[in-house]
Nanobody, 115 residues
Framework: QVQLVESGGGLVQPGGSLTLSCAAS????????MGWYRQAPGKERELVGT???????KYADSVKERFTISRDNFKNTVHLHANRLNPEDTAVYYC?????????WGQGTQVTVSS
């Protein structure tokens, strides 16, 4: 059972930046994919972006050119770097990993974009 702990959420002004982190309980070398989803109030959970063990990363059109996912193999952590945030980015952000066809989720971290 993979455990994921997110951090880094909070309140940010429009146009600002934020980095979310997701620490895994085991080595991330074994994961087939890692990424982030988000869920805004009254909306379905949607993909933000995913990085794969092999292949190119994938991002939602709404965050392309603004958000980037990176990984720190030594700290078993994946990060979401969010830039030029706008109020539509307000949501609970969830980290997930895929290992051997099983998906594991973090508890979520709130990001609020407001002046």
């Amino acid at each position: 059972q993979v455990q994921l702990v997110e951090s880094g959420g909070g309140l940010v002004q429009p146009g600002g930046s934020l980095t979310l982190s997701c620490a895994a309980s085991e080595s991330i070398f074994g994961f087939d994919a890692m990424g982030w989803y988000r869920q805004a109030p009254g909306k379905e959970r949607e993909l933000v972006g995913t990085i794969f063990r092999y292949g190119s990363p994938k991002y939602a059109d709404s965050v392309k050119e603004r958000f980037t996912i990176s990984r720190d193999n030594f700290k078993n952590t994946v990060h979401l770097h969010a830039n030029r945030l706008n109020p539509e980015d307000t949501a609970v952000y969830y980290c997930y990993v895929r290992k051997q066809s099983n998906d594991y989720w973090g508890q979520g971290t709130q990001v609020t974009v407001s002046s």
